[in-house]
């Protein structure tokens, strides 16, 4: 079957580093995408793997380990508008049908 | 440059109505996904489309809902005799291309209300 798991929640402090854990099993693996997502708002991307070792862009990363079906995205520096829902997402063999996890909602606090 | 434009934002109907969605992708995509989200939960894919064609419609029930994406205007995702249980947000999203690194970009959804 198609199974995406990810924390529900997580909180972390402002300035701190964060890492949002996925682990995914699906019939066939073509890309794995992160999206943020704030309430009410639209997902909007923010990094894409397909091999294997970490992607960086700006205070952002994403890891990808294809032989254990996991990733992680990494958030540094984190500023109180990080507050937001992080949707795991992986793209099906054939290049269009994209799974999507549940989501892990992040709290920043002061 | 604008982006993934849905109408309505905002949708109310009362049981047994039809709702119909609409999705204009970005200029120059013509792939264009549906995807329903329930509160608290993540996206579910209902359909995939290009112009005149669908794709792949393994996520979309059998009965009542339609998707088009006519060669002339917007993608359409039609629900017939709405129930309680289709009260969601309806997320649309739009792609150059289906495969390689092309992510999808998302419009702002429709939240659809049933009386």
């Known amino acids: 079957g198609q199974n995406i798991d990810q924390p529900t929640e997580m909180t972390a402090t402002e300035g701190a580093i964060v890492q949002i854990n996925c682990t995914y099993q699906t019939s066939g693996f073509n890309g794995l995408f992160w999206y943020q997502q704030h309430a009410g708002e639209a997902p909007t991307f923010l990094s894409y793997?397909?091999?294997?070792g970490l992607e960086e862009k700006g205070r952002f990363s994403s890891f990808l380990s294809r032989s254990k079906g996991y990733s992680y995205l990494l958030l540094k520096e984190l500023q109180m508008k990080d507050s937001a829902s992080y949707l795991c997402a992986v793209r099906d063999t054939g290049g269009f049908k994209t799974i999507f996890g549940a989501g892990t909602r992040l709290f920043v606090k002061a | 440059n604008a982006g993934v434009m849905q109408n309505p934002r905002h949708l109310v109907r009362r049981r047994g109505q039809e709702a119909r969605l609409r999705c204009s992708p970005v200029k120059g995509h013509s792939h264009v996904y549906w995807y329903r989200q329930l509160p608290e939960e993540g996206l579910k894919f209902m359909v995939y489309l290009q112009k005149e064609n669908i794709i792949d419609e393994s996520g979309m029930p059998k009965e009542r809902f339609s998707a088009e994406f006519p060669k002339e205007g917007p993608s359409i995702l039609r629900i017939q005799q709405v129930v309680r249980g289709d009260s969601a947000a309806y997320f649309c999203a739009s792609s150059r291309a289906s495969g390689d690194n092309q992510p999808q970009h998302f419009g702002d959804g429709t939240r659809l209300s049933i009386l």
């Open positions: 793997n397909v091999l294997d």
